[in-house]
């Protein structure tokens, strides 16, 4: 089957559940109601399910490595590390904690600076790596999380929960506010990445023959790197930090299609990352009654398979 029908039917898929959620148990007199609730909630897990999946995909291309996602550079826990610090040093009445566009603009502007700042100052070595890079990423990240749990430990109870919006994902309590301004963001970053797409095809190739084919691979890392950070922290802010859903996804759409061009695998991730977690949150609220969240489900299906791609050595 060529790849174009299976994007088609998967692209059906995404329509079809999106539909059920948007039209289940509508009336003439609540119609209103309840598309004002659903709409923004479907459309903050799509923008969510691209950002994941998109930024995964182009992550895995420059560090040549299939088991690897973003949330390895710490940027999630960044990102919690973040909200904390503002919630300590400003108190849970700051603007920049009740205003979600204030918050989010704050997150992703600090996130990027940061990731900008260690970026930089990484690759004026001559000799620097991307694995190299890797491993400051885990170190970093486990001194975000480590710096995150102090603080909680200082902040009074009744403020905590404010925290835990932050430090778990919800499909369910998406950030609604901030869905429409997040459209034009993604729509930045995916077009940054689409014109990107001819030199990440010639990455695939690795890093050495890339550069003998005159493209300078420490510059396109830079700039993918950048997208990469503000990506997740709109992906973060809206419903939290997912670890393992990249991985399952560009994994999986790698074994679907066969082509390896980024313009079309990230239009295809990004639709098979739409309709796993609109058809995981059906699941839930179906099946599971929202006893459970989808990211509960991602964590243990994505930690199985992340093991599964070891043992079989899949990278």
Same mark, same amino acid.
């Given at each position: 089957m060529r790849d174009g029908i299976k994007l088609s039917l998967v692209a059906m898929g995404v329509v079809l559940v999106a539909g059920y959620f948007l039209g289940h148990g509508l009336t &003439?007199?609540?119609?209103? +109601? %309840? @598309? #004002?609730?659903? $709409?923004?909630? =479907? !459309? &903050? /897990?799509?923008? &969510?399910? =691209?950002? /994941? #999946? &998109? #930024?995964? !995909? =182009? %992550?895995? $291309?420059?560090t040549n490595n299939r088991i690897l996602t973003p949330s390895i550079l710490g940027f999630d826990s960044l990102y919690v590390l973040l909200q904390t610090v503002l919630l300590v040093v400003f108190g849970s009445s700051s603007v920049l904690l009740i205003n979600a566009y204030a918050n989010f603009t704050a997150s992703v502007v600090l996130m990027t600076v940061s990731a900008t700042v260690l970026f930089t100052l990484y690759f004026r070595r001559?000799?620097?790596?991307? +694995? $190299? !890079? @890797?491993?400051?990423?885990? =170190?970093l990240g486990s001194v975000f999380g480590s710096i995150s749990q102090f603080f909680t430990l200082l902040v009074d109870p009744s403020e905590f929960a404010i925290l835990q919006d932050a430090m778990f994902a919800s499909f369910n309590n998406a950030n609604r506010e901030l869905v429409y301004v997040s459209v034009p963001v993604l729509a930045a970053c995916l077009l940054v990445l689409y014109r990107l797409s001819n030199q990440l095809d010639v990455c695939l190739l690795g890093e050495d023959n890339a550069t003998s084919l005159g493209i300078d691979t420490r510059r396109l890392t830079l700039k993918v790197m950048m997208v990469i950070a503000v990506m997740i922290a709109l992906s973060t802010a809206l419903v939290g930090p997912v670890l393992f859903f990249g991985l399952i996804v560009v994994s999986l759409a790698r074994q679907m299609f066969i082509s390896y061009q980024h313009r079309f695998l990230i239009v295809a991730t990004s639709v098979l990352a739409a309709f796993l977690l609109l058809s995981g949150q059906y699941v839930v609220e179906q099946w599971f009654g929202f006893e459970t969240t989808v990211s509960v489900i991602i964590n243990f299906v994505g930690g199985a398979y992340f093991l599964y791609l070891l043992t079989k050595n899949k990278f």
């Open positions: &003439a007199d609540n119609y209103a +109601y %309840f @598309l #004002s609730r659903r $709409t923004p909630k =479907v !459309l &903050a /897990i799509t923008l &969510a399910a =691209v950002a /994941i #999946s &998109a #930024s995964s !995909l =182009v %992550f895995q $291309t420059i001559h000799r620097a790596n991307i +694995y $190299t !890079l @890797l491993l400051i990423g885990i =170190v």
